[in-house]
């Protein structure tokens, strides 16, 4: 257990890292496209929300290849990160993108990847290894966001790094405000599926984490819904069955100011509708001036929810043995 809540709180210390990075030089880009899967991909997602109001273009693609038909035509740089180096999705869009002679820049650790770096002479960065890949956002985002800067897609933000590794620190603390916030909504969900609504660039980003990581630590199903889309859908689908999800289900709503406001009043609506069929257990709202500082306020919070919710279940949250067995399997066949 104390691995993975160590792991959490290093956090700061990740994001302290990429402000200092010395760069290669990155080809010059209008557009990214990030490849990558799982607490890897993430990053892009991050990278995407942290550049804000900016006019900048950032796509994530989660898949093997093709990529999509755009990519021919506007030709943006691939941001390629896998932590291992050895995800299969990621190492097949990397040679996809080289047969097509698309730029190519590299996060990781090393493995299949790294010795395709060093063989083509792509730029990136190395980050520390050691960690599970969910429990090295900091260094990952951190360097995207390093890299973006160096291609001219997104402005300098190492002044938001370094907001957001303070913040970090002050969060992961225990008895810390995000500690009390973390308690109070793990406690309510103890022995329940949940899910996790957002509403917005940050929000909503910060939502898929908080489901992966309920995911991996708490090894607890969980999804992630987004306002407004849920009120033409999910809404509805509280009605048949509220003697079931009222005892077995919880939601968690997150809420950022780039959030719209028409979103904040659906947000409340809704609780107000569903209620009675499903707990609404607690609203977390980001704090933070930046974009990127205040989506790791509302991350450090589902992160700690995640290893609070494996330490009342007596979880181990640091093996994903069942991923691992699969990935296995792929290689056998």
């Given at each position: 257990m104390s691995d993975m809540l160590s792991m959490i709180r290093s956090l700061g210390d990740q994001m302290r890292w990429?402000?200092?990075?010395?760069?290669?030089?990155?080809?010059?880009?209008?557009e990214i496209l990030v490849a990558g899967m799982g607490g890897s991909g993430i990053a892009g997602n991050y990278l995407a929300a942290a550049s804000g109001t900016s006019t900048a273009r950032i796509s994530v693609h989660k898949d093997y290849s093709p990529l999509p038909g755009w990519v021919e035509a506007v030709r943006p740089l691939i941001l390629a990160i896998s932590y291992s180096g050895n995800t299969e999705e990621t190492l097949d869009v990397a040679d996809h993108a080289r047969s097509m002679g698309l730029p190519i820049a590299t996060i990781t650790t090393g493995g299949e990847l790294g010795r395709q770096s060093d063989e083509q002479g792509w730029p990136g960065v190395r980050v520390p290894s050691g960690l599970q890949p969910r429990a090295a956002l900091g260094y990952l985002a951190g360097a995207a966001v390093?890299?973006?800067?160096?291609?001219?897609?997104?402005?300098?933000?190492?002044?938001?790094?370094?907001?957001?590794?303070?913040l970090a620190d002050e969060a992961v603390a225990e008895g810390s405000n995000a500690w009390v916030a973390a308690s109070s909504?793990?406690?309510?969900?103890?022995?329940?599926?949940?899910?996790?609504?957002?509403?917005?660039?940050?929000?909503?980003t910060v939502a898929?984490?908080?489901?992966?990581?309920i995911n991996e630590n708490a090894k607890?199903?969980?999804?992630?819904?987004?306002?407004?889309?849920?009120?033409h859908n999910e809404l509805v689908g509280w009605e048949a069955m509220p003697g079931s999800t009222l005892d077995r289900l919880g939601i968690v709503s997150l809420a950022d100011r780039s959030d719209h406001p028409r979103v904040g009043l659906r947000r409340r609506l809704s609780a107000s509708l569903t209620e009675g069929a499903v707990p609404w257990v607690g609203k977390i709202s980001s704090w933070g001036e930046s974009p990127l500082a205040r989506l790791i306020s509302l991350t450090t919070v589902g992160d700690l929810t995640s290893w609070m919710l494996a330490r009342?279940?007596?979880?181990?949250?640091?093996?994903?043995?069942?991923?691992?067995?699969?990935?296995?399997?792929?290689?056998e066949d």
């Open positions: 990429s402000v200092d990075l010395d760069l290669e030089p990155i080809p010059p880009s209008e390093r890299l973006a800067g160096a291609s001219g897609v997104v402005g300098d933000l190492r002044r938001d790094l370094t907001e957001s590794a303070g909504v793990s406690d309510a969900l103890v022995g329940r599926i949940v899910i996790v609504y957002g509403g917005g660039p940050v929000s909503g898929g984490r908080w489901k992966t990581q607890t199903p969980a999804w992630a819904s987004l306002l407004p889309e849920l009120d009342r279940a007596g979880i181990d949250p640091v093996p994903v043995a069942t991923i691992e067995k699969l990935k296995q399997l792929l290689v």
